[in-house]
């Protein structure tokens, strides 16, 4: 039996819990405003210091692109495009599949919105192998390869988190000795270029448009399915229950909203986790190596740095 129709108070509708493309508007413009008014800011003061400190580097350009605000800004969008189109096709990638799994609350306060029972609970436990592996007709060949593309990710996380730890004491180390050169000799220190800022405020750039595009992903996915899509709380967002729009069936809204990600639908089999864990890294592996480069980049630039 399909759930009541929403409520209706004095020609209002209820509407339950928190809106999803609310959520995700809110989380946009939260990382925007950090990303305008703490990252960007500091990264100019970074590069007007740079430029205060005197001295230069062998490159013209390059000197240009970490000593001026318009360099600085220019070396910032360029990371901004390294890092955020796989990283916003990931977040979509997942929202796509919360959106097609979203249960039918119409009518009911949070407290009541299903959540998985015992019976569920112990089904998903039976099929582990195949939610972690995959299955189908050649089902030995699915694990084996499920299995070679996990190890590959694990692989890979590993060497990401060894180059990124190995670049921050690296880093630091050289900074440090900088530092206390500088100090002995009563010389003028190398200037902080703005290349780790860059980077990190591109990261936080990337995630600010990734919740925007989801926002607006759901806002046509609510229009052209009559649903409104809800969570219990901004803290939690997943998972995505909906309310159907007044005179929207049971049966059309979650027809509609199965055709948003037909991998996870029941006629076909659901995306093996091996393999979503691979494709996270995969998506994340642009930001970790760009912000690794930065460290060691930074480094590398004051070493070349000439006073005068």
């Given amino acids: 039996m399909s759930p009541a129709r929403a409520p209706v108070v004095r020609g209002v509708l209820i509407l339950h819990g928190t809106g999803a493309r609310g959520a995700m508007n809110s989380l946009a413009l939260l990382f925007g405003a950090f990303v305008l008014l703490g990252c960007l800011p500091l990264t100019l003061l970074a ?38 189109p796989p990283y916003v096709w990931y977040t979509r990638w997942q929202l796509r599949r919360d959106v ?13 919105w299903p959540t998985p029972g ?16 995959g299955a189908g007709r050649a089902e030995c060949r699915q694990h084996a390869l499920s299995l070679a593309l996990l190890a590959l990710g694990v692989l890979l996380t590993s060497v990401l ?56 992903w759901l806002r046509r996915v609510e ?3 009559g649903v409104w899509l809800r969570t219990r709380s901004v803290s939690a967002l997943t998972p995505l229950y909906y309310v159907r ?47 690794s480069a930065s460290l060691v980049l930074c480094s590398w630039l004051r070493l070349q740095w000439l006073p005068g």
Avoid at 121 to 133: F, K, P
Avoid at 259 to 278: H, M
Wanted: one cysteine or more; charged letters at 10%; hydrophobic letters at 55%.
């Fill in 47 to 84: 590069a007007s210091w740079s430029r205060a400190a005197g001295g230069h580097l062998p490159w013209p350009a390059l000197d240009w692109a970490l000593t001026t605000p318009a360099g600085t800004l220019l070396v910032t969008a360029l990371a901004l495009l390294l890092v955020t």
């Fill in 100 to 112: 097609a799994q979203a249960r039918d609350v119409t009518g009911l306060p949070p407290v009541l």
């Fill in 118 to 133: 015992p019976a569920h609970r112990a089904r998903r436990e039976q099929r582990q192998t195949q939610r972690m592996l």
């Fill in 161 to 216: 988190a060894g180059a990124f730890l190995a670049a921050t004491v690296a880093g630091l180390a050289e900074l440090s000795r900088e530092q206390l050169a500088c100090g002995r000799a009563g010389t003028a220190c190398p200037p902080p270029y703005p290349v780790t800022g860059s980077a990190v405020a591109s990261l936080f750039a990337a995630l600010a448009l990734s919740y925007g595009v989801r926002a607006r």
């Fill in 223 to 225: 229009a052209t399915s």
């Fill in 245 to 291: 729009h007044p005179g929207v069936a049971h049966a059309t809204a979650a027809a509609a909203l199965a055709r948003v990600s037909p991998a996870v639908t029941p006629a076909r089999a659901a995306v093996p986790s091996a393999r979503a864990f691979v494709i996270g890294v995969l998506a994340m592996t642009p930001a970790v190596v760009l912000l």
